[in-house]
């Protein structure tokens, strides 16, 4: 019944706009729950006064005091250039929500080379950051740009290799593949992810995506108490809040749901007996794990020098990155797999 309502092309017309419109909402709530995690972590209450319950207006508030605040572009700005940054970065993270699937029908549009497009996806927010730091004419904003376009080229490779190597073990480059990939091992009812096969390539990638959210341990780019946010240090109101804070959220809970569906199985229920509860829970539900770690990364692990960033992803996270390639190599020659 259920999956009938969601085969009806209306259905999934109304639920891929109501995608799209939640996405803002969504980085307010994923704000508000950073700042109580991170708050928790720290033995610290966190927001408790905006709204009454818990603080839950905090980031709402937040918002408005960016929206209310004055846009100033800087006077030997690229004033033209310097406008279309928070469309770019915009536009880079909601791109990749077109081919996560919400079920076998449901997704905006499944793509047969899904992954490689939403690994391009994630990166056109990078080209915004180059764009803010050349035309703010501000030397530290150069420099966080600089820095922003080293640490994608060197996190970027692990990232696609990681990638591939459940591709390899889907043999599918779709993201629906993938999931139903997933649902062919089985024991006792359960259906089992890649993610037992891929445990090192979820490390891999679990650290990739941060270092290209220049999240903490990785945010050298936009280190405040050097460079002022990096790149958007002249950004102010509703540009940097577009720019920096609404872009980063919509990408980490893309790349969480993305995660979630090469690793976790996505859509897919964790036993064929609740096959009737709706894969959007399911996705939803292992991309809130997904984003739980990557919160709790932020608030674990210190700030890494640019040597110490680069040092990581050259020397260790690429040549695991090959060893894993070559060991599900040899696990999809063995006959069980």
């Keep these: 019944m259920i999956a009938d309502i969601l085969a009806n092309g209306y259905v999934q ?9 939640i996405l803002l909402p969504a980085t307010l709530a994923l704000g508000w ?16 006064y905006p709204g009454g319950f818990h603080g839950w207006a905090q980031t709402l508030a937040d918002g408005i005091k960016f929206v209310l605040k004055e846009n100033i572009i800087p006077k030997n700005a690229d004033k033209s250039v310097f406008s ?16 996560i699937p919400a079920g076998e029908n449901i997704v905006i549009e499944n793509l047969e080379v899904g992954v490689f497009y939403v690994l391009a996806a994630s990166s056109i927010g990078v080209i915004g950051v180059l764009m803010a730091g050349w035309a703010s004419a501000n030397k530290y904003s150069m420099m966080g740009a600089l820095r922003a376009a080293a640490q994608l080229i060197a996190y970027e490779l692990p990232l696609v290799l990681a990638a591939a190597a459940v591709a390899m073990m889907a043999g599918s480059l779709s993201l629906v593949d993938i999931v139903e990939g997933q649902k062919e091992l089985q024991l006792f009812g359960f259906y089992i992810p890649y993610l037992p096969f891929q445990i090192i ?27 002022i946010t990096g790149a958007f240090t002249e950004y102010t109101g509703i540009r940097f809040a577009f720019s920096l804070f609404a872009a980063e959220y919509i990408t980490m809970i893309g790349l969480s749901a993305f995660g979630a569906t090469m690793f976790l199985g996505g859509y897919a229920p964790l036993h ?3 096959d009737f509860v709706p894969g959007i829970v399911w996705l939803l ?7 739980f770690l990557l919160i709790w990364i932020r608030w674990t692990f210190p700030r890494l020098r640019e ?6 992803a050259w020397k260790v996270l690429i040549p695991l990155s090959l060893v894993n390639i070559f060991v599900t ?5 063995t006959p069980w797999i």
Aim: glycine fraction near 10%.
């Design 84 to 99: 279309m940054v928070p469309y770019v970065t915009m536009l880079g993270a909601a791109l990749i929500y077109v081919v």
């Design 307 to 312: 040597d110490q960033l680069q040092k990581f």
């Design 33 to 48: 729950v950073e700042l109580k995690i991170g708050a928790h972590m720290q033995a610290r209450m966190g927001p408790m």
């Design 201 to 227: 390539g979820f490390f891999i990638f679990l650290t990739a995506a941060t270092a290209e959210m220049t999240r903490p341990p990785f945010d050298m780019p936009v280190a405040e108490a050097e460079l």
């Design 329 to 333: 190599g040899a696990l999809k020659l």
């Design 285 to 291: 539900g292992k991309t809130a794990t997904i984003l």
């Design 272 to 274: 064929r007996g609740l």
């Design 13 to 21: 017309l109304g639920l891929k706009l109501g995608v799209l419109m």
